[in-house]
């Protein structure tokens, strides 16, 4: 070992600098390095992540619900759907109603004096669930 040392003494220079730190960096595309989540990480966490990218979709799927129930309020839009202009399909005052409680029934609103607000966005919760999972519930005289 000494040979060596003695030998190659330009390379195993005794004290000086530390070693340079090298990274390597390695195209991995489009997808993620093998280092980063959902990767490396426990079942536990990963079903949590999949819970909660699932609650995400549902919560987003509701918004944009409400977002398109919202338009309606517009008397432009509704003079559209009323007259089937600009593309829209032509609908009748009585669906125009319906989608006007719809949109109340999934608006937060303000309680009633009676109501107290645990229940009253409890109920409003359980009106999104519904609207997304797809579930029958009467809402304006139809379902």
């Known amino acids: 070992m000494s ?9 195993f220079n005794p004290g000086g600098d530390l070693t340079p730190y090298t990274e390597h960096h390695q195209n991995t595309e489009k997808h993620l390095p093998v280092s980063v989540p959902p990767y490396r990480m426990t079942l536990m966490k990963k079903e949590q992540l999949e819970r909660q990218q699932h609650e995400i979709q549902r919560l987003q799927e509701a918004f944009i619900y409400y977002h398109i129930l919202s338009c309606f309020q517009n008397e432009d839009v509704r003079s559209d ?4 202009k600009n593309d829209a399909v032509q609908l009748t005052i ?19 004096e009676r109501a107290d607000i645990s229940n009253h966005f ?11 999972e797809g579930k029958n519930k009467e809402i304006a005289g139809t379902t």
């Open 3 to 11: 040979y060596l040392l003695e030998k190659f003494d330009s390379i």
């Open 81 to 84: 759907f009323l007259n089937g």
């Open 94 to 112: 009585e669906q125009l109603s319906q989608l006007d409680q719809l949109y109340k029934f999934l608006g937060p609103g303000l309680p009633n």
């Open 122 to 132: 409890h109920a409003l919760a359980e009106n999104h669930i519904f609207l997304v």
